[in-house]
């Protein structure tokens, strides 16, 4: 499922958050990557300037730097008051992108859509790709990327164009100036202690660098799997997948040859051997678990022979992607909260809690929306807001982890440490400039 050569790389959306961590993990394994956005803020690799909605500024782009793969990360930030910007970068951007692509024979494009195209404003619990859409999208944001996500999706196969789309979820990290914005504004104006709902709903983030390692990843496998790449696909299929233990720590599971003595009365006569193999850290079991499916598992024998073989590639397909740590929604903000009280010298993080539930948080929100709409500035505190804090929404990334090889490197703990650190920094730098 990998290339058999490497691909030259343009990141269309490159000086952004996400596009970023891309180049920057493109650039640090040796491939030959250019950048096409509207805006330069790095100059470490070749730049094209232009309009994504313009099919001939993109195909420029294509030409010049000799493209083999497009990643398309461009798109504006979730929150914004303008359904007709989200339409042109997110919906006649994509148009633009893939008629592009197909023009000059680009044979690979993954794209990057956002795991709130399935979310409708109730919960989503343990999720797959086979969540349909709702039948009216939460917001302007949504609706454009899942229209562009159809478009990407429905191009596979056409003019020799392979295509998939990514669906991170929550994403933070280094560089991110949307969701850290907002949580340090919180702490400066001391509202650490506000919760709205009981907090037991479970929350699935996404650190950047693992997002950009999956579209590395995706970008890789897009060729169509050889017969034998399948058949051994198709065997691993039946052995579970390890946990992922990056913030956790290491999960043993015991078995007969391997496991803790525990209390008894006599020792059994291996036990030297089972406490060795418990011991040793690179043990492997002599055979793997088993994978327990059921009926309306995505990979049981029942839905392979339904669907066949097509769902066990990378082209055409859709791929949530996530830390593989779902944590309850406000205990994020506490762990930030946290890192600034180390930072600062200050105890914020352990003011008294004040709880509101769901619903005196909607009427609150819809009265501060009603007062910003009145003075005409943009509400800080708003009901889908309130909705996103109190809903579940984990995400099951199996597909992930089987067809893309993906397997998040930084936990959630680590990547919280990066993100402060980084902020930090940032925000003195900003006050030694000012």
């Known amino acids: 499922m990998s290339s058999s050569s490497k691909d030259v790389y343009l990141v269309i959306g490159g000086s952004g958050f996400l596009g970023r961590h891309i180049v920057q ?30 099919e001939g500024q993109v195909a420029g782009a294509l030409r010049k730097s000799g493209a083999t793969c497009i990643i398309h990360t461009a798109s504006p930030i979730h929150g914004l008051d303008d359904p007709a910007l989200y339409w042109k970068v997110n919906v006649d951007g994509t148009k633009a992108v893939i008629a592009a692509a197909v023009a000059n024979g680009v044979p690979k494009l993954v794209y990057t859509s956002s795991a709130g195209v399935v979310f409708s404003g109730e919960s989503l619990i343990d999720v797959d790709e086979r969540v349909p859409p709702p039948e009216k999208a939460m917001d302007a944001y949504n609706e454009s990327k899942l229209k562009a996500e159809e478009m990407v999706l429905a191009a596979n196969g056409k003019g020799g164009l392979y295509t998939v789309a990514l669906r ?29 709902g009981d ?51 290491r999960r043993r599971i015991p078995t007969s040859e391997c496991r803790p003595l525990g209390p008894y009365v006599e020792l059994p006569s291996n036990a030297e051997k089972l406490v060795e193999a418990w011991s040793n850290p690179d043990y492997k079991p002599p055979v793997l678990r088993p994978a327990v499916r059921g009926r309306f598992d995505q990979f049981s024998d029942g839905a392979l022979a339904r669907e066949g073989d097509a769902q066990l590639q990378v082209a055409g397909q859709a791929f949530f992607i996530t830390n593989g740590e779902p944590m309850y929604f406000w205990d994020l903000p506490r762990m930030l909260y946290k890192r600034f009280d180390e930072h600062f010298g200050t105890n914020k993080s352990q003011r008294r809690r004040i709880q509101l ?5 909607l009427v609150l929100a819809s009265g501060a929306e009603w007062w910003s709409w009145l003075v005409g500035k943009e509400p800080g505190f708003t009901r889908f807001r309130v909705t996103f804090s109190c809903v579940w929404r984990c995400y099951n990334i199996e597909k992930a982890r089987r067809l893309l090889g993906y397997e998040p490197i930084v936990g959630m703990d680590e990547g919280l440490r990066r993100t402060v650190e980084w902020w930090v920094a940032d925000q003195q730098k900003s006050q030694v400039k000012a």
């Open 25 to 54: 993990q493109l650039v640090a394994r040796g491939d030959a990557v250019s950048v096409f956005d509207i805006v330069q803020r790095y100059h470490d690799v070749p730049f094209y300037s232009g309009d994504i909605s313009e």
């Open 199 to 249: 907090n037991t709903n479970l929350f699935d983030w996404t650190y950047i660098e693992n997002a950009a390692y999956a579209h590395l990843l995706a970008a890789d496998r897009l060729a169509p799997p050889s017969p034998e790449e399948v058949a051994k696909l198709k065997e691993e299929l039946h052995n579970a997948l390890p946990s992922i233990d990056n913030t956790v720590g």
């Open 357 to 361: 539930s769901r619903e005196i948080g």
């Open 168 to 196: 991170p979820a929550g994403l933070f990290g280094p560089g991110d100036r949307q969701l850290m914005t907002g949580l340090y504004q919180t702490y400066l104006r001391n509202q650490t202690h506000f919760q709205i």
